[in-house]
């Protein structure tokens, strides 16, 4: 599949823990490691999907969690496990799947979000609004990340690529 897919077919979902599960296992611990998480069964939990053709292409997961380089936040929330399929990374999923959490938070009230995320990918984050706020630490058996956080509704920058339906 290439990044000339058709993105009418592209749509973004909540869904149960599970069905993020493959991508998870598949994306972020190919040499095994734990793919279910404590949170992931909270109520105020949510977990979404992208999908083309009812095929899961992306998946992320938001959680009420107080975040460690702010604690004085009142409302916020921890982005964990976002997955995208490696055929279609630039393509546009993670942008649809961050936007669509996005939304989620401001309509949910809340006020920062915050990840741990691979320094492969804080650029990605940092298009969004993100700030590295750590230095890059190893997770181990995972790999070097960075703590980020930005304000919710972020100052969401235009990000290349695609927009999705």
Same mark, same amino acid.
């Given at each position: 599949?290439?990044? !000339?897919? %058709?993105? /009418? @077919?592209?749509?973004? =979902?909540?869904?149960?823990? *599970?069905?993020?599960?493959?991508?998870? +296992?598949?994306?972020?611990?190919?040499?095994?490691?734990?793919?279910?998480?404590?949170? !992931?069964? %909270?109520? /105020? @939990?949510?977990?979404? =999907?992208?999908?083309?053709? *009812?095929?899961?292409?992306?998946?992320? +997961?938001?959680?009420?969690?107080?975040?460690?380089?702010?604690?004085?936040?009142?409302?916020?929330?921890?982005?964990?496990?976002?997955?995208?399929?490696?055929?279609?990374?630039?393509?546009?999923?993670?942008?649809?799947?961050?936007?669509?959490?996005?939304?989620?938070?401001?309509?949910?009230?809340?006020?920062?979000?915050?990840?741990?995320?691979?320094?492969?990918?804080?650029?990605?984050?940092?298009?969004?609004?993100?700030?590295?706020?750590?230095?890059?630490?190893?997770?181990?058996?995972?790999?070097?990340?960075?703590?980020?956080?930005?304000?919710?509704?972020?100052?969401?920058?235009?990000?290349?690529?695609?927009?999705?339906?």
């Amino acid at each position: 599949m290439s990044a !000339d897919h %058709d993105w /009418a @077919t592209l749509t973004v =979902a909540q869904v149960p823990a *599970e069905v993020t599960h493959p991508l998870r +296992r598949s994306v972020l611990r190919p040499d095994g490691g734990e793919i279910t998480w404590a949170g !992931d069964e %909270d109520p /105020a @939990t949510f977990h979404l =999907a992208a999908r083309i053709d *009812e095929r899961v292409v992306g998946v992320v +997961r938001f959680s009420p969690a107080p975040c460690p380089w702010r604690p004085e936040a009142r409302a916020p929330w921890q982005l964990r496990g976002m997955a995208t399929d490696p055929a279609l990374r630039g393509a546009g999923v993670g942008r649809a799947l961050l936007v669509d959490g996005l939304i989620r938070l401001t309509d949910r009230g809340s006020d920062v979000v915050w990840c741990d995320a691979r320094v492969t990918a804080a650029g990605f984050y940092e298009r969004f609004g993100f700030t590295v706020v750590t230095e890059p630490f190893d997770k181990p058996g995972i790999g070097p990340h960075v703590g980020m956080v930005a304000d919710v509704p972020p100052p969401v920058r235009r990000a290349g690529g695609r927009r999705s339906g």
